[in-house]
């Protein structure tokens, strides 16, 4: 069975900490894995996926098939970064189905 | 170009009825999926279409039913309302077949309230 886990609900940084949201996952084969982002009273967007390896708006995020592992990094919080943080599986069968974790919210303090 | 789109944004409804949502996808795009989002279950999928057929089904009883159209506009119906169907129901549109690694542009979704 496919299962995304965000183990935190919520995230609090001060502006310039590093960040990390934590994104882990099941699933028996090779996994396509994604982060979406849904800012304050707006649609929920595709951040960054694996198979890009791309950096956007300065996060990353390194699958580790090891740790079944796809968290989410950024160096220095912005407060713009505040938001809502979906990470989701797409597996091989083919089609659109993502599996979205529970979502983590990301809170960055001046 | 203009965004996925879903009308209506809002609906209040009562127990036992039924209720058809809709969704145009982004021009070009052939492709839409359907998830439900709830505080209690997060965000589940539900079904995606790609050109006039159901491709994928996710989990949830034969209450819940959708079809795509010739101009990928696409339709989900729910019968016999149950007060847990109520949710907020986004529409996400992709480019085409290679869709595992296509980006999902979502609508603004419709809030669906069943009371």
């Known amino acids: 069975a496919q299962r995304v886990t965000q183990p935190e609900k919520l995230l609090s940084v001060f502006k310039g900490a590093p960040v990390e949201l934590k994104c882990n996952y099941s699933y028996s084969g090779s996994p396509e894995l994604f982060w979406y982002v849904q800012y304050s009273r707006q649609r929920l967007q595709l951040l960054l996926r694996?198979?890009s390896r791309e950096s956007i708006k300065g996060f990353t995020a390194d699958l580790n098939k090891g740790e079944t592992s796809f968290h989410l990094k950024k160096p220095f919080a912005q407060e713009e970064d505040s938001a809502m943080y979906y990470c989701a599986l797409s597996g091989r069968e083919g089609g659109n189905k993502l599996v979205f974790g529970a979502g983590t919210i990301l809170r960055v303090k001046s | 170009k203009a965004g996925v789109t879903q009308t209506p944004r809002y609906l209040i409804k009562t127990r036992g009825q039924q209720v058809t949502l809709s969704c145009s996808p982004i021009?070009?795009?052939?492709?839409v999926s359907w998830y439900q989002q709830t505080p209690g279950q997060g965000l589940q999928f539900l079904f995606e279409?790609?050109?006039?057929?159901?491709?994928n089904k996710g989990n949830f009883p034969g209450r819940f039913s959708g079809r795509q159209f010739s101009n990928s506009r696409s339709e989900m119906n729910v019968s016999t309302l149950e007060l847990g169907d109520s949710a907020l129901y986004l529409c996400?549109?992709?480019?085409?077949?290679?869709?595992?690694?296509?980006?999902?542009?979502f609508g603004p979704g419709t809030r669906l309230l069943v009371l």
């Open positions: 279409y790609f050109s006039e057929t159901q491709r």
């Open positions: 996400a549109s992709s480019l085409g077949e290679r869709a595992l690694q296509e980006t999902q542009y």
């Open positions: 694996h198979i």
């Open positions: 021009s070009g795009h052939r492709s």
